[in-house]
């Protein structure tokens, strides 16, 4: 498998004037280009942990552009913090617009959140439809399965103290069946085990929304989840898979995999689902 092309690791000013850490993994000069990702991460983590992925779309034809969330990475924010309800929703909006002003309007748009960053690219979708030509979902986060801890905070933190940063719940062994990938993320200096009271409230409320808005859904999607999560409740991927017209949506649940399905010991057939999927779409 052909390696992604180093990172471009650029800064991008959000609209509110944070700066928002942007990577780049270009095609080779000449290549031809089916369209362009952008890749949403999950909570606590980072899109730099995204070259396996970016390597294969690479492969594909596909330009990938991430990015670090607001609170995350190496973009501005106390870690895990979330200054306003719609913060991480609008950051993606600027930068679908940043994207599209950089690779052209002709170039297809193809969005893919994982986890936290599945339930923000599926909100803006619910929102607006984001401008993109298609979805893809990977373990999002719509039922976050919180323990009776974690729902008395959601319950009592939002109201009395938004801000204060807690624990996230993430047990880094219940991410992959693969321990490489375990002690790499163990050992990542931009991985965090933050969370404030408003960004947990907003992933126990918006998980529920985007559910509920399912049967009125327009853009193309592919949900790819894991039966397995530990995570994530696979509950919130089933019910919005039973209320999304079957035309639009395409669900496929990988029943022995752990939370992060592309990087797991049996992720190939995820890959090629993906393949698939997309080029029946944007394939050259």
């Not at 399965?145 to 993430?170: D, E, H, M, S, W």
Request: charged share 20%.
């Amino acid at each position: 498998m052909m390696r992604a092309a180093e990172a471009i690791l650029s800064p991008f000013t959000a609209s509110d004037g944070e700066n928002i850490a942007l990577r780049d993994w270009p095609l080779p000069y000449g290549a031809t280009q089916c369209g362009v990702v952008v890749l949403v991460h999950g909570l606590g983590e980072h899109a730099g942990r995204y070259e396996a992925l970016a390597s294969r779309l690479n492969a594909w034809g596909y330009a990938v552009r991430g990015y670090d969330q607001y609170g995350h990475g190496e973009s501005s924010g106390a870690r895990g913090s979330l200054p306003s309800v719609a913060r991480l929703v609008e950051d993606l909006a600027d930068v679908l617009e940043s994207t599209r002003q950089r690779f052209g309007a002709g170039a297809p748009l193809i969005l893919l959140g994982h986890s936290l960053g599945g339930l923000v690219a599926a909100s803006l979708v619910a929102r607006n439809g984001a401008g993109v030509d298609a979805l893809v979902l990977s373990s999002p986060a719509f039922a976050a399965g919180l323990g009776g801890f974690q729902k008395l905070l959601v319950a009592t933190l939002p109201r009395v103290a938004p801000n204060l940063a807690v624990g996230n719940g993430v047990d880094p062994e219940f991410l992959s069946h693969d321990p490489q990938v375990v002690t790499a993320y163990r050992e990542d200096p931009l991985v965090h085990d933050r969370i404030s009271g408003r960004l947990a409230a907003f992933i126990a409320e918006e998980g529920p929304r985007v559910v509920r808005h399912a049967g009125e859904w327009k853009v193309p999607t592919l949900l790819l989840y894991a039966g397995a999560d530990r995570l994530v409740d696979p509950q919130g991927s089933r019910d919005f898979a039973a209320a999304a017209p079957p035309g639009v949506v395409t669900a496929d649940c990988f029943e022995p995999l752990f939370h992060e399905i592309f990087n797991e010991l049996g992720s190939e057939p995820v890959f090629e689902r993906l393949r698939q999927w997309l080029d029946q779409r944007f394939g050259a």
